[in-house]
Nanobody, 119 residues
Framework: QVQLVESGGGLMQAGGSLRLSCAAS????????MGWYRQGPGKQRELVAT???????SYADSMKGRCTISRDNAKNTVYLQMNSLKPEDTAVFYC?????????????WGQGTQVTVSS
């Protein structure tokens, strides 16, 4: 099995910055894509950013220019640096990984970390 544990959420003022981390552990042979999703109050979960094993990245339009996703393959860890935070960024942020565990590829999710941005 694969476990993802996020950290770094919290309460921030608008305009501030925050760095989220997510470490994958367990029976992992390989990780392909990793990423971050978020779910705001009363909203559906939406993509924030993804990064492949070779470092290719993609971002949601709402976050382009305000966040950077990176990963440390040796540590099976993905990061999300967010800047110029807005109240509408308030959400639970979930880490995602597509990983090979045993003989199967699977999609794994963290438990989520709350990010609250006050105006």
């Amino acid at each position: 099995q694969v476990q993802l544990v996020e950290s770094g959420g919290g309460l921030m003022q608008a305009g501030g910055s925050l760095r989220l981390s997510c470490a994958a552990s367990g029976s992992i042979f390989s990780i392909n894509a990793m990423g971050w999703y978020r779910q705001g109050p009363g909203k559906q979960r939406e993509l924030v950013a993804t990064i492949t094993s070779d470092g290719s990245t993609s971002y949601a339009d709402s976050m382009k220019g305000r966040c950077t996703i990176s990963r440390d393959n040796a540590k099976n860890t993905v990061y999300l640096q967010m800047n110029s935070l807005k109240p509408e960024d308030t959400a639970v942020f979930y880490c995602y990984a597509r990983a090979l565990s045993g003989i199967r590829w699977g999609d794994y999710w963290g438990q989520g970390t709350q990010v609250t941005v006050s105006s």
